[in-house]
């Protein structure tokens, strides 16, 4: 019979970074227990336990696949989010990983790591950009930052950029209605800067929008503009919702794609 207690992790507060061994070991143990149930999914990727939400950060680097998501290792419901980590060979083959970002109490992201994604970027290092949650609000929601962690021994560890929020406020004089989930991509020629990011927004009683920050070292952002602006009037055909969550770019057969 499994005791409820082997799969606990330490009490809330017990956040500090680097992951202490207490943590790892009772959570590798609680993983390993559920992990043996019969109705698991085997093919589908799932947490190990606890809450999954949005993929974040799908890097291929040096051979492997690496995978990250939006956790909470705590309980099955959304709260408390971490980037759960898997790596695979081939897609299909997962293996679980320890949880790459996790919150830091007192800071910029003590409230959660929400989503975003990964880049490999000029000296070859992988950077991880998430949106930081902060206590308190801006408006209507909460204090949302766009932050970086970065791996230099081959993702075993991840370190937060001293910098963060490298992205600290909307920009100015902007009302929105929510700002995250930052997705960031290598500029082509002729565009505006050598790096891009995308974040997901929306302007009150207009519709959703992802706004569009340029950068040339991926430290220093400048604010360029929407990208896209939805349509929340009556009469439009489609009605494109108060935000736009998770926008992600890329290029088809030369033309651009924006996902939503």
């Not at 017990?14 to 149930?37: C, E, F, K, M, Q």
Request: one cysteine or more; hydrophobic letters at 35%; proline letters at 10%.
């Amino acid at each position: 019979m499994v005791n409820p207690a082997d799969l606990l992790p330490p009490a809330p507060g017990d956040r500090d970074w680097p992951l202490t061994g207490d943590y790892v070991d009772r959570g590798l143990h609680g993983r390993r227990i559920l992990s043996a149930d019969p109705h698991r999914p085997r093919y589908h990727v799932t947490a190990p336990a606890g809450w999954l939400n949005d993929p974040n950060g799908i890097l291929h680097h040096e051979g492997k696949w690496h995978l990250f998501y939006q956790h909470n290792p705590r309980a099955g419901f959304h709260a408390d989010m971490h980037w759960g980590y898997l790596v695979s060979d081939d897609l299909v083959h997962w293996t679980d990983r320890p949880c790459a970002i996790i919150p830091t109490d007192g800071t910029y992201d003590s409230s959660g790591i929400w989503s975003g994604n990964a880049v490999i970027d000029d000296a070859g290092v992988p950077t991880l950009f998430y949106t930081g949650v902060a206590p308190g609000t801006d408006g209507p929601y909460q204090h949302q930052l766009v932050c970086i962690a970065r791996t230099y021994d081959g993702f075993r560890t991840f370190v937060k950029d001293p910098a963060n929020p490298v992205i600290p406020t909307t920009p100015p004089g902007m009302d929105l209605v929510q700002y995250r989930d930052p997705f960031v991509w290598r500029g082509r020629a002729g565009s505006p800067a050598k790096w891009l990011l995308a974040i997901g927004a929306g302007f009150p009683g207009i519709g959703g929008t992802a706004l569009v920050y340029g950068s040339d070292d991926l430290r220093h952002w400048e604010y360029l503009h929407p990208m896209l602006v939805g349509d929340l009037s009556a009469t439009s055909p489609v009605n494109t919702g108060t935000m736009w969550e998770c926008p992600d770019f890329f290029e088809m057969d030369g033309r651009g794609v924006l996902l939503l």
